[in-house]
């Protein structure tokens, strides 16, 4: 026992001497497919960081909800289950209304606003995750948000009572104010739900439906509200980040730069491309009308309200940052 003691203080004395760190591994939890523009980009960025780290950490992707499912992401990394993982925000605002800022419908209606919207409320997301141990890397938008749907939408009645799929309160808000009938579904399981007939509309990307090949599942028509372009955030466990050595932590965040700026021109690209995508699949691609817009709008505004008194004061110093 005394020569093992011995013998394990020898060999750490000399790792510190050496200034070795031991190689680290992450696990990083994905919920989105391994095709889908955020995984691709989250598994460059890995791949960057692994092989420039010189061995002393590696981080595995794991995509399409493999090791934890959209809905559980936060908390494992929260906890340390997982050292590092990829989240929509917005669906984090129990967590921290700020954290949906970015889908307030016609708060940012596009990508230049999208980026002083994100700019104006990082440092105060940053704080908030910080005090529930996290550190941030970076976030990259979806493109913008439109209505898909089974049947043709011309007026707000035809909306009333739809099976709508949600995937935050404010998807699920609304809904509410619209008359439909939401329920939150993750991505993982859109086209079982729309296959089931368990819901027949929902607001996302044309990336989502693309990806999903909505159109094999009923769904004929796509409306481009583009009212919004809500994020996707990737945050590490702060116990996994103090492990490593201060070149390492500098890598990571001059990796997560590149990987933020690459994320947001994929987002835009996509947000053209898509649309072609579902048109070439037989969709009809279109705007909304006036009296739907007019309706959006008010549903917006109505939100807006609300979740200014959910914000508070912090809520009210970074939107005074963004306008
Ligand atoms: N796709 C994700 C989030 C936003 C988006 O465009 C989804 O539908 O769940």
Do not use: C
């Not at 089931?196 to 028509?221: C, D, F, L, Q, R």
């Not at 809500?230 to 070149?247: F, S, Y």
């Not at 709008?297 to 110093?317: L, N, P």
């Amino acid at each position: 026992m005394k020569l093992f003691k011995l013998f394990t203080f020898l060999i750490s004395s000399v790792l510190l001497f050496a200034n070795v760190s031991l190689a680290e591994k992450w696990d990083m939890a994905l919920a989105y497919g391994a095709g889908n523009f955020h995984s691709a980009n989250a598994a460059e960025f890995a791949k960057n960081v692994s092989e420039k780290s010189g061995g002393k950490l590696t981080i595995v992707t794991h995509p399409g909800g493999s090791l934890f499912k959209g809905g559980e992401i936060f908390r494992a990394v929260r906890t340390g289950q997982a050292q590092i993982g990829e989240r929509f925000m917005s669906a984090l605002g129990k967590e921290d209304p700020l954290l949906e800022i970015d889908s307030q419908p016609f708060l940012a209606t596009s990508y230049s606003d999208a980026m002083k919207l994100y700019k104006a409320s990082k440092p105060e997301i940053i704080k908030g995750l910080e005090e529930k141990g996290l550190v941030f890397l970076y976030a990259v938008p979806w493109p913008a948000q439109g209505l898909y749907s089974k049947k043709e939408i011309n007026s707000v009645s035809d909306l009333k009572g739809l099976k709508f799929r949600a995937y935050n309160s404010a998807t699920i808000r609304i809904a509410e104010l619209t008359g439909m009938a939401p329920t939150k579904i993750e991505a993982a399981e859109i086209s079982q739900a729309f296959s089931t007939g368990a819901v027949e509309s929902m607001i996302t990307s044309p990336t989502t439906g693309k990806n999903k090949k909505i159109w094999e599942n009923g769904v004929k028509y796509f409306y481009d509200i583009a009212a919004w372009f809500p994020k996707n955030m990737v945050i590490v466990h702060r116990g996994a980040w103090n492990k490593l050595d201060a070149a390492t932590q500098e890598l990571i965040m001059k990796e997560a730069a590149v990987a933020e700026r690459k994320g947001w021109d994929l987002s835009k690209k996509g947000n053209v491309a898509d649309k072609k995508v579902l048109a070439a699949a037989g969709m009809q691609v279109g705007k909304v009308n006036s009296e739907l817009q007019k309706h959006f709008q008010e549903v917006g505004a109505t939100m807006a309200g609300e979740w200014k008194k959910k914000a508070g004061s912090r809520g009210a110093s970074v939107l005074a940052a963004y306008n």
